[in-house]
């Protein structure tokens, strides 16, 4: 076992630990404290915190983004009604398929998020929508979205 229990979350592709049992990227691990410090500088393990504080900051990235996006949306449309003189003539912005697939390691939250782009970009064709997307497991989300 790891210092006190301690749980790692997995980043190599697989694992074996000393049963032998496999485990795969995403998995949580309690390594034994003789490997904790050797696969923390192989980057084959990361404590959940490492995780949650990047996920907070890939999310803080996205939000700004988003804002970033919605106004400019807001700007053009504003130039739009000041050329064109009425809100008839503004054009709603196109609704643009998401620009790839997120990397299996991502957070669970790129992988909703993804799905739900995919749904409404394809007009329901493809993807989920966000309930049922959040509702489904990132295993589940992957090999949906395969």
Same mark, same amino acid.
């Given at each position: ?13 697989? *694992? @074996? ?7 795969? @990227? ?7 404290? &003789?490997?904790?410090? @050797?696969?923390? /500088? =192989? ?25 970033? =996006? ?12 000041? &050329?064109?003189?009425?809100?008839? &003539? =503004? ?11 997120? @990397? ?6 790129? *992988? ?17 929508? /966000? ?16």
């Amino acid at each position: 076992m790891g210092p006190d229990g301690v749980e790692y979350i997995l980043t190599a592709t697989s *694992w @074996r630990d000393v049963h032998g049992v496999r485990h795969r @990227r995403g998995d949580v691990v309690t390594p034994p404290e &003789s490997e904790v410090e @050797r696969l923390l /500088r =192989a980057k084959a393990i990361t404590t959940p915190e490492a995780i949650a504080v990047a996920e907070a900051a890939a999310e803080a990235d996205r939000e700004a983004q988003e804002a970033a =996006a919605a106004q400019a949306v807001a700007d053009r449309a504003d130039e739009q009604l000041t &050329s064109e003189g009425d809100l008839n &003539s =503004a054009v709603p912005p196109e609704v643009t398929p998401p620009t790839g697939k997120p @990397r299996k390691v991502a957070p669970v939250k790129e *992988w909703e998020d993804y799905a739900v782009a995919l749904h409404e970009a394809s007009g329901g064709k493809e993807g989920f929508p /966000r309930a049922d997307a959040e509702a489904m497991s990132k295993a589940d989300l992957i090999e949906a979205l395969q």
